[in-house]
């Protein structure tokens, strides 16, 4: 089963790995291949898609490619099927599911690189089966305008994008069914620029180097009608904007703004209130309680009270829908913004048509800056309700829907949040009372988690948040108490817990390379939420080998494959960690980093976490492996936690707990 890793970079960094198994071969140009997708088709795709899990069947098919060739590949099939196209280095060019049917899937791509291409046949929804015919096209150039439009700095252009716009684009949105404008402008070295476009339809934004390569792009700034690009620029010449849209076949009018900027890149950070009182889209949280009611109005929302949504029926429902907040953990710093989506994932044969969003947090370590609905409010039947205490620390939407929605992963809200203060662990959580929590009807009646379980069917965002300037993965432990653990929350952690090392039951010499395994002990099935160790070892003597190299097709399971990795793939079912939050060796200074975490405390058994590979560089009389471990605060350190309270060893000894491996080498 595939696992997605948190990381972001971890996502889009994958390499190709090598000896990996080919897929079937298909030629471009030639005939059509047809297929069946049945259990037991589980071609392996790079993490971070959810169809990669074992609920999904997928083939795959391999062809060549040059960059700046357009292909055009097509399916057709018996079920909803859903075609997704991966590069050589395993990035995801394009994946379309539905062309006109729900039994049609198509993709029209001029390609951004040269090599071998894979085109993956999956399905819509988990377990589907049937037959399919893939075509890939002969490869040919793209058909692009003569010249790009000129725009100067300081100057705002009116234009529109029509059917016969062809600007070059090379990938995903360089083929023939999405309309493209090009504009170039003149810019200095370190100069800061801000590109920003409004427009009557879902919009993209290009910017190009005077290379050709690509700086950045950006779709939706605050609302899909609009899209921003803040950056400073890294080279002197003539750079290329391009104006797009984010799906096939759109048209209409924009205007495009290119001016000077300040230096900081703004790309992460959503936009001001005068940009929403401008677009009537969001919600600005600006007061100490909540909006003032004539700006509900103004950003085209009802004020409190004004809601007219359905009355909720007494009749149970069916619970088979989860509120799932993305992502499920964030790590930053005092003073940082990140953002949270709440998203509806529904695995029942039936829709919503009304939603609550109740939303509780911590108001001393977190405020909310801005709330966007810019991807559910197409779908409304009337504007929605929005009410928040900045004091309290709750939000709650409410919005109808003018139909069912029936869609398996649906966004509602989208949250920017800044960070006030440090704090090991705090929530952005889903509020589950039935009076004034969340709900997802359907002609009244609430289908959300199982019926009769308060808290269920919603899963939350853990926060840590440390001091600017440490490193984000460093926290200092709580003080340890285990008896307000129980009777807080009736968990039993007695401790005597132990992390050890088991290493080569054999003589070793320069050269050879050996396992040792990271073993946790844990006899009295104490729960824990979090694991994290921190290794060293000496770098001139031994050397961490990679036990999960990045690749496509993958050719291991581990949670994190991005860097110098031990191997924890074999291990995931006795430790299923929900939260994959680091795991890399450090030649440089030799240090093993290992920092995994569960959404609930669990009393898991223990055995082997993880393995570590190593090779042999020089002699010496003795070299150790050790666990750090230290009371200072801000410090990484070595610990296996409950809610924070540290369960290894004794539990009024907050460094113990850990047993080293100590080597001979000849």
């Given amino acids: 089963m595939r696992h997605p890793v948190l990381t972001a970079a971890a996502l889009i960094f994958l390499l190709f790995a090598i000896g990996a198994p080919a897929m079937q071969p298909i030629q471009p140009g030639g005939s059509s291949i047809g297929g069946n997708l049945q259990p037991g088709d589980t071609e392996p795709i790079p993490e971070g898609n959810y169809r990669g899990g074992t609920d999904y069947y997928r083939d795959g098919y391999s062809f060549s490619g040059d960059a700046g060739e357009r292909f055009v590949i097509d399916l057709t099939a018996d079920f909803d099927c859903y075609l997704i196209l991966y590069g050589p280095e395993g990035m995801e060019i394009a994946s379309n599911d539905d062309f006109g049917t729900t039994t049609r899937s198509h993709i029209d791509v ?70 493209r404008d090009g504009y170039r402008f003149r810019a200095r070295e370190g100069q800061a620029v801000v590109i920003e476009m409004v427009c009557s339809f879902d919009g993209y934004l290009y910017l190009f180097n005077p290379d050709g390569q690509l700086i950045t792009s950006n779709d939706d700034y605050g609302t899909v009608q609009a899209s921003r690009i803040a950056t400073t620029l890294g080279a002197a010449g003539q750079h290329r904007v391009v104006v797009t849209t984010y799906s096939p076949g759109q048209t209409g009018p924009y205007t495009l703004t290119v001016r000077e900027g300040e230096a900081e890149d703004l790309n992460q950070q959503g936009p001001g209130p005068e940009f929403y009182n401008q677009m009537y889209s969001g919600m600005q949280m600006t007061g100490p309680n909540q909006l003032p009611t004539q700006l509900y109005a103004q950003l085209g929302f009802q004020a409190p009270g004004e809601h007219r949504g359905a009355t909720p029926t007494s009749t149970p429902g069916e619970g088979r829908m989860q509120l799932m907040s993305d992502p499920l953990n964030v790590t930053c710093r005092v003073g940082d913004r990140f953002l949270t989506s709440a998203h509806v994932l529904n695995t029942s044969t039936c829709g919503f048509d009304e939603v609550v969003i109740a939303v509780d947090y911590d108001p001393s370590v977190l ?65 589950n009372d039935p009076e004034i929590g969340c709900a997802l009807r359907v002609q009244g009646v609430d289908l959300l988690g199982n019926l009769g379980q308060p808290g269920d069917g919603t899963l939350a965002t853990d926060v840590a948040i440390h001091w600017r300037g440490s490193d984000h993965m460093l926290s200092s432990p ?55 160790l921190l290794l060293s070892y000496d770098p001139e003597v031994l050397e961490v080998l990679d036990s999960a190299p990045m690749g496509y097709p993958p050719q291991c399971d581990n949670w994190i494959v991005r860097g110098i990795n031990l191997l924890d793939e074999p291990f995931h ?32 058994e223990g055995g082997t976490v993880a393995r570590m590979e190593l090779r042999v560089l020089a002699p010496a009389a ?42 001979r080498i000849e």
């Fill in 110 to 179: 001029t390609l951004p690189s040269s090599g071998t291409h894979y085109a993956i046949v999956t399905s819509f929804g988990a377990m589907a089966t049937g037959t399919y015919q893939l075509t890939v096209g002969e490869p040919s150039q793209p058909a692009a305008s003569t010249s790009d439009s000129r725009i100067s700095m300081g100057q705002t252009i009116e234009g529109e994008i029509t059917p016969q716009d062809n600007a070059l684009l090379i990938g995903e949105r360089g083929g023939s069914e999405y309309h």
């Fill in 367 to 431: 405020r909310p800056l801005r709330v966007s609905d810019h991807k559910i409010r197409p779908l409304l039947v009337e504007s929605p309700t929005l009410t928040s205490d900045l004091r309290e620390g709750w939000i709650r939407y409410e919005a109808r829907l003018a139909a069912p929605e029936k869609a398996m992963n649906r966004e509602i809200i989208t949250v920017e949040w800044e960070t006030l203060a440090m704090v090991d662990r705090t929530r952005v959580a889903f509020i």
């Fill in 478 to 532: 709580h003080s340890n108490s285990a008896e307000r653990l129980r009777e807080l929350y009736g968990l039993e952690t007695v401790g005597d817990m132990t992390l050890r090392l088991e290493g080569p039951g054999r003589a070793i010499t320069v050269g050879d390379t050996f396992s040792v395994d990271i073993v946790l002990d844990n006899p009295k099935r104490s729960a824990f939420d979090e694991l994290r």
């Fill in 573 to 604: 079912a006795a430790f299923p960690f929900d939260f994959h939050l680091r795991n890399e060796a450090d030649s440089r200074f030799g240090t093993v980093n290992y920092h995994m975490g569960l959404n609930r405390p669990l009393p898991l």
């Fill in 622 to 663: 003795e070299t150790s492996l050790r666990f750090i471990q230290t009371e200072v605060p801000g410090v990484s350190t070595t610990a296996v936690r409950c809610l924070g309270v540290d369960m290894l060893g004794d539990l009024d000894v907050p460094t113990d707990g850990t047993r080293g491996l100590r080597l």
